[in-house]
């Protein structure tokens, strides 16, 4: 991971992210409302996920906590890989800081924009098993059994300027409670920096819980996807 200047490649790529969005509304693969309680405070997490022009994926939610509120929009192509992201922050109707970036073959481009007016820009390197994953959108972690094998990946968070390398297992199948009612998923785990991530999805692959016992968070979803 490196620091960047701006350059006229990366201009261009950003200039592309101001431009219509060139995708229309697909066939929704999931949405809901996850309450998510971390080490006793309680916040929501309102999510679509829908399939798009050219197969691609488009994952688009609001989080609301206290006075915080945070908007994202992540587009992954057919592998799951990002090719897309934009994720806001507002505090008190305030935005306190904004992240854009645009995957492009073997690299992701993020420029980050902050209150206070400071702009930088950041590459990250993109392999076969690269994931964007937030610490603070449980609903992205739909794309970590997307498509992909158990074992290494590469997880990039353009909000903290972060790669770390991580590893996902699958631990088999397992009793879930959802909205009340007890239904079977698949257990996966996924260690990123000492961080484990316990989540389970449905046979369509749609996410129904997830705990991070490190931070003392469990979220779950509100009632059983449709």
């Given at each position: ?92 109707g305030a935005r306190s800081l904004s992240v854009k970036a645009l995957g492009g073959g073997a690299r992701l481009i993020a420029k980050t924009n902050n209150q206070g007016g400071d702009e930088a820009m950041r590459e990250y390197p993109l392999t076969g098993q690269s994931l964007l994953l937030e610490e603070g959108l449980v ?88």
């Amino acid at each position: 991971m490196r620091h960047y200047s701006a350059r006229p490649a990366a201009l261009l790529a950003f200039s592309l992210l101001a431009a219509p969005d060139a995708f229309a509304q697909g066939r929704i693969l999931d949405e809901g409302t996850f309450s998510v309680t971390r080490a006793g405070v309680s916040q929501t997490e309102n999510f679509r996920i829908a399939r798009v022009e050219n197969g691609f994926i488009r994952a688009t939610a609001t989080v609301v906590s206290g006075s915080q509120r945070v908007t994202s929009t992540l587009t992954v192509d057919t592998l799951g890989m990002p090719t897309q992201y934009d994720v806001v922050v507002t505090d008190r109707g305030a935005r306190s800081l904004s992240v854009k970036a645009l995957g492009g073959g073997a690299r992701l481009i993020a420029k980050t924009n902050n209150q206070g007016g400071d702009e930088a820009m950041r590459e990250y390197p993109l392999t076969g098993q690269s994931l964007l994953l937030e610490e603070g959108l449980v609903h992205q972690l739909f794309f970590a059994a997307y498509g992909r094998k158990p074992g290494m990946i590469q997880v990039i968070d353009p909000r903290a300027s972060r790669v770390t390398p991580g590893t996902l297992a699958a631990q088999g199948l397992e009793p879930v409670d959802v909205g009340g009612r007890s239904v079977t998923g698949t257990h996966y785990s996924l260690v990123v920096g000492g961080v484990r991530r316990d989540f389970w999805v449905d046979a369509s692959g749609r996410l129904l819980r997830v705990e991070i016992p490190s931070a003392g968070l469990v979220a779950a979803r509100e009632e059983l996807p449709r």
